[in-house]
Every structure is written in structure tokens, then in C-alpha cells.
């Protein structure tokens, strides 16, 4: 079946520490999405992708990195500089990029040691 | 750029009786609207969607949902709720121009399920 795979499902971070949130996807979709949880915040856009080897940066960006160099791949690293790292990370595709029903993968759940 | 409001950050129902979730929107032409629910611990599952057309829409799960230019709304319906019905209920918008970004997302209604 095709989807989403997000990996790992639960993370924890030293401080100091750098991690990276794997997503993959086999549904063959050229945009892909990465977005931050918080309890009573709605989900929040952190990077996109339209394409291979392009991404443009969301609403918070500020401490997140990605790259997409391929199709089905495009992790988030969540660097020191991300004070507040503690959230459920959420991985989206679509089709297209724009208006198109996004598929998403079953989170990540990042914690701080 | 469009918003989406969910007034509701909670609502409790009983078993078996009806549901209405609330969503507006604000966007200056007819919008793209999306339902999805989202279980604890899980990603978000597309309920149904509204590009154009009959204004009545049909969903998976029997959710069925009314878009209403004139008053901004999208509010998603069902008329009998069952205990699997518990979970988090987000309403998003994207635009028709199809801003690269995707879709804006509201912050939820978490529907609470009484026996």
C-alpha cells in the first residue's frame, strides 16, 4: 500500500545535540510538507518542498533544516538552535504542490532529555 | 492569505446523538476546503473535500459537510456519533490561485464522545 512512513516514532534530544526526523513516501507525490504540533496550536508549517532539490522555508523555520534529494525522501534535522524542540512532528505529500488533499505520515514525537 | 477558524476547542457529545463542528474561513474567492481527523498519537486522515460544485459533500466515516459562501462556512456534519468518533477534527483551506505552501489549517476541535 502506498504512504507515508515516518521514522522514528518517539525521539529524544541532549542538549547540544543535533537529530534527524526521517520521512519517506510511495506515492509517488512531488510536494512534501513538514509540520510542527503543539497542544491548542494547529499544525504549523516548517519547510516545503515543490520538487526535488528545491524547498522554501514555512511560517517557523527558525532551528529546522531539510533536503530533498530525492523524490520520496525529505528529512527535517532539528538543530540546537531550536530552543523549544519538544513537539509532534508531522510529514505531509501531495500531489501537487498547492491546493491538493496532503496524505500524511504518523508523526514523530520529539522530546528533550 | 486565507485563515481558518474553528471556534469549538472542545465539544462533548453523546453516543448516538448528532454532530456539528464549525469552520470559517477567510479568503477572497471560493476556496478549497478540506476535513481531517486526527486519532491521539496519529497523523491526520482526509475526511472529505470541497473544490466546487454541489455544496452538500459526502466523506468517509458518514461525515458529510455544507459549504456556505455567504456566510464563510464549511461546517462538518454527522447525524449519529459513535465512540470511534473521539478524536481531533481539523478544517483547512487552500487557495485557488494554489499557493505553493499548501494548505492553512485550523487549530482543531477535539470532539469528546459521552456514553
Known amino acids: 500500500d502506498g504512504g507515508i512512513t515516518q521514522s522514528p516514532k518517539y525521539l529524544f534530544r541532549k542538549e547540544g545535540q543535533n537529530v534527524t526526523l526521517s520521512c519517506e513516501q510511495n506515492?509517488?507525490?512531488?510536494?512534501m510538507y513538514w509540520y510542527r504540533q503543539d497542544p491548542g496550536q494547529g499544525l504549523r508549517l516548517i519547510y516545503y518542498?515543490?520538487?526535488?532539490?528545491?524547498?522554501q522555508k514555512g511560517d517557523i523555520a527558525e532551528g529546522y533544516s531539510v533536503s530533498r534529494e530525492k523524490k520520496e525522501s525529505f528529512p527535517l534535522t532539528v538543530t540546537s538552535a531550536q530552543k523549544n524542540p519538544t513537539a509532534f512532528y508531522l510529514c505531509?505529500?501531495?500531489?501537487?504542490?498547492?491546493?491538493?488533499?496532503?496524505?500524511f505520515g504518523d508523526g514523530t514525537r520529539l522530546s528533550i532529555l | 492569505a486565507q485563515s481558518v477558524t474553528q471556534p469549538d476547542i472542545h465539544i462533548t457529545v453523546s453516543e448516538g446523538a448528532s454532530l456539528e463542528l464549525r469552520c470559517n474561513y477567510s479568503?477572497?474567492?471560493?476556496?478549497?476546503l478540506f476535513w481531517y481527523v486526527q486519532s491521539p498519537g496519529q497523523g491526520l486522515q482526509l475526511l472529505l473535500k470541497?473544490?466546487?460544485?454541489?455544496?452538500l459533500v459526502q466523506g468517509i466515516k458518514g461525515f458529510e459537510a455544507e459549504f456556505k459562501r455567504s456566510q464563510s462556512s464549511f461546517n462538518l456534519r454527522k447525524p449519529s456519533v459513535h465512540w470511534s468518533d473521539a478524536a481531533e477534527y481539523f478544517c483547512?483551506?487552500?487557495?485557488?490561485?494554489?499557493?505553493?505552501?499548501?494548505?492553512?489549517f485550523g487549530k482543531g476541535t477535539h470532539l469528546i464522545i459521552q456514553p
Open positions: 505531509a505529500s501531495s500531489r501537487l504542490p498547492g491546493n491538493q488533499p496532503q496524505h
Open positions: 506515492l509517488n507525490h512531488d510536494a
Open positions: 518542498s515543490q520538487i526535488v532539490n528545491d524547498f
Open positions: 479568503y477572497g474567492a471560493t476556496p478549497y
Open positions: 470541497y473544490f466546487s460544485g454541489d455544496t
Open positions: 483547512a483551506v487552500g487557495a485557488t490561485g494554489g499557493g505553493a505552501d499548501g494548505l492553512t
